[in-house]
């Protein structure tokens, strides 16, 4: 075992005791996840791959989707226009607010639910279908391999997803969304429901961290300029109402999602991804959280450090 993957097999036993958090329990197939699967993935600049723990274990991307997908919208409209329907500030509320603009029902910035649902939105195709193929088209380049939906989890979301359809309502009556909310919420549930593993996502955060340029195809995913917004927006509001905390404890542009995973991107130098289902009251995973704040502090990757 190389330095590397010592170091991150220490990481995952250090936190493997922290028992507090439980599942995402209101999409009910996000429920059943077994709360003690545990697992860690870096990839670095030569695409070399480090994985421990359950690192085939497959969960739901959920609200890891959302940089991505704001990654295309960017792809296809530039970024005035996904800026003008989508707001760029942290809310410092929870992930599924029901918090909008006053005048314009703009959100307050695409990684929250509401911002998500009209990024989601802006992406083109004629119908769900089409729209959903053009997103896991685009997962699958940063993954680096073919990802596919989970239709059990998709059906559980579409089936208790009134809140995010009721926040399409609101912005389509804002003229924020200006397709159907059936098309939005649709295809931002079957985004969610993409499955990976942690080290698809460490791939997809690496792809990021290399401006766009995937390290373990050397397939230019996205521009260097989308990669950087996409960052930009993760560092400020990619953990929700603990997007501050983190920014101080761990310093790097990330990401969470309701299915328990993270992923941490240290520009030009590596992508992490941690699972663990279990979630603290914000919605993020209590042990990826932990994990990935004893890699930083040990690593001295905190952006504002003088490296
Ligand atoms: N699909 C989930 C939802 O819309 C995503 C939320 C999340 O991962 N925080 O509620």
Redesign the pocket.
């Known amino acids: 075992m190389d330095t590397i993957t010592e170091l991150l097999r220490g990481a995952l036993e250090e936190v493997r005791s922290l028992g507090d958090g439980a599942t995402a329990s209101y ?1 009910p197939e996000l429920a059943q996840a077994d709360p003690e699967r545990l697992a860690l993935s870096v990839v670095g600049p030569r695409g070399r791959v480090r994985s421990v723990g359950d690192e085939d274990a497959e969960f739901t991307i ?2 890891m989707s959302k940089p991505f997908v704001l990654a295309l919208a960017l792809v296809e409209h530039g970024r005035d226009a996904v800026f003008a329907k989508v707001g760029a500030e942290p809310s410092g509320e929870p ?2 607010a029901i918090s909008l603009e006053a005048d314009t029902g703009r959100p307050a910035n695409p990684l929250i ?1 509401a911002g998500a649902i009209a990024t989601t939105a802006l992406i083109g195709g004629d119908d769900v279908d089409a729209r959903t193929a053009r997103i896991v088209e685009l997962l699958s380049a940063f993954a680096g391999r073919s990802l596919w939906i989970d239709e059990s989890v998709y059906a559980s ?1 579409s089936s208790t997803g009134d809140r ?1 359809r009721a926040l399409a309502h609101l912005m389509r009556s804002y003229g924020v969304i200006d397709v159907s909310v059936d098309l939005a919420v649709e295809t931002y549930f079957r985004q ?1 429901s993409a499955l990976v593993t942690v080290r698809d996502l460490a791939v997809m955060a690496s792809t990021l961290a290399f401006g766009g340029w995937n390290p373990v195809t050397g397939e230019r995913v996205v521009g260097e300029s989308v990669a950087r917004d996409v960052l930009s927006i993760m560092a400020s509001c990619g953990m929700y109402d603990y997007s501050g905390q983190w920014m101080l404890r761990v310093g790097l542009p990330a990401k969470s ?2 299915s328990g995973g993270i992923i941490a991107v240290a520009p030009s130098q590596f992508g992490v991804a941690a699972f663990s289902p279990r979630l603290d009251e914000h ?1 993020n995973s209590v042990r990826a959280v932990a994990i990935v704040e004893q890699l930083s502090e040990r690593l001295g990757m905190h952006l504002l450090e003088p490296h």
Request: with cysteine; net charge negative.
């Open positions: 999409i959920q609200s992930f599924n639910n979301e995010n969610c999602g309701v919605g």
